[in-house]
């Protein structure tokens, strides 16, 4: 349904004595096809002069009973608003965990499969995640992304939503062994969990990272 601004066409039906100037409201044929029992029909009887002639002829017209809108537009605030309750919940939950992560630095978590570690992760595993980090993490306006590289190569920095989604490459350049690190402006992204890759001689590292509000 689309609120429209029209305005009644007095002309044609005169003896109906329709308010004049711009009108806000819903086109009733468009309602009917969606709400068929919140529109009514009625004839607008003829108008007729002193001798008893036509002067203008009956018309059928149909109007919208916007009353028995209140109690569909109720229940769409009820429904939109237990939506978004359920995404809230969603959304405190999941920065309970990242901080609760971020509050250990992450120990105890492989961040290419997102699976907790009983303590026993490698030392070798350990460095390679290494690799990347972000801080802060979670963040909000901004975060720093940082990286070693061992040797030269080519880096590519990506990230995907939460959805797996590619939403933008942040770097794609060949660089020197080294460490190295940028800001990624965050102000434009919506509250949320993605996922920043570091691709290096082929071995992604993907961590983590929330957005707050």
Known sequence: LAPKTYEFDGTSLPQA??????????????VEAVLPQIVGGT???????????????????????????IPLLIAGMQEQQDLIDDQQDRMDQLEADLASCC?????????????LEGGGASHA?????????????PFQERTTLSYLLDAPVR?????????????????DQ?????????????????????YVTLFADGKPVVKKAVKVR
């Not at 350990?126 to 990347?132: A, G, I, P, T």
Request: avoid cysteine; charged fraction near 20%; aromatic fraction near 4%.
């Open 17 to 30: 004595t329709l308010p004049g100037g711009p009108q806000i409201g819903l086109i009733a044929q468009e």
């Open 43 to 69: 004839i607008v009887p003829a108008e007729l002069d002193s001798l008893g002639n036509v002067i203008h002829p009956a018309k059928s017209i149909k109007g919208v009973d916007y009353l028995k809108l």
């Open 103 to 115: 509050a250990h630095d992450g120990t105890g978590l492989d961040q290419r499969s997102g699976s």
């Open 125 to 137: 595993t350990s460095l390679e995640n290494d690799r990347l980090t972000i801080a802060p993490n």
């Open 155 to 171: 880096v590519r920095l990506q990230v995907h939503t939460e959805s797996g989604m590619h939403l933008a490459t942040l770097r």
């Open 174 to 194: 060949p660089q020197e062994p080294g460490s190295y690190s940028m800001t990624w402006d965050t102000q434009d992204l919506a509250p949320g969990l993605y």
